[in-house]
């Protein structure tokens, strides 16, 4: 089994992330496979100045389970320097998208919406060299990742949560005719599904932050259900995401 994960936006010293641990124990009585979606944390600079207790514990998490399962991870438009600095924690890491045989995982915030060409030049700055060499030697960074932080919360709450399901189409078209079967993203806080004829699939996650629900995909019959995480329970005789796990799902609208 896999086990997907989308939109934590977890902080430290929150109930969420008393949450978030329990998961993860749950996670550890059995062997599923986990695929974190992005945002997991609400601001994640992988910088030693910037980390903090939350973050290292769940490294420490992925380190120690990374005999037992794999473990994949999509960076968010949350997280920065993650998969550069700490790739060794994870079976698979990318800071876009992550193709495995016939699935796609992306967070989906690069998809190009509405907003999305300014989203897109913000995105590419945070992440570039010349960002992490500021936020590494400048001496206000923090000050700086304070201010920027208060932009993002504040334009989160007026950022509208309509789903943009024809921009997120025309892109999952061009995946699947690059040779995708199956497409997983996060982002968009909302679950949304989409079979083709052929057996193609798309699927938006809902978000874990507000509706406290994951997805769990199954590559041996391609079944895929979205369940509250408390009704997770671990298989003890999980199976091993391969290179070759390209199995359409039978679920869909």
Known sequence: MLVLVADLHLRENTPAEQDFRAFLRRLSAGTDDVCFLGDIMELWIALPAFENDLQ???LAWCRQELP??????????HEFFVVRHHRDCFSAAAENCLQLGGNLFCHGDAILTGNGRGHLLFRWFSKCRLAHCLLEYLPCAHHLVARI???????SL???RAFPAQAVEAWSKEQFAAGSKNVFLGHFHREYRRQRRNG???FCLPDWKKRQEIAVYDPADGTYRVLPWRSYAASKRGRTMGTDTDC???TGN
């Open 149 to 155: 932080q208060a932009v993002m919360q504040k334009r």
């Open 200 to 202: 193609q699939n798309l």
């Open 158 to 160: 007026g950022y509208s």
């Open 56 to 58: 290292r514990d769940f």
């Open 68 to 77: 037992r399962r794999k473990i994949y991870l999509l960076e968010g438009n």
């Open 248 to 250: 359409a799902s039978k």
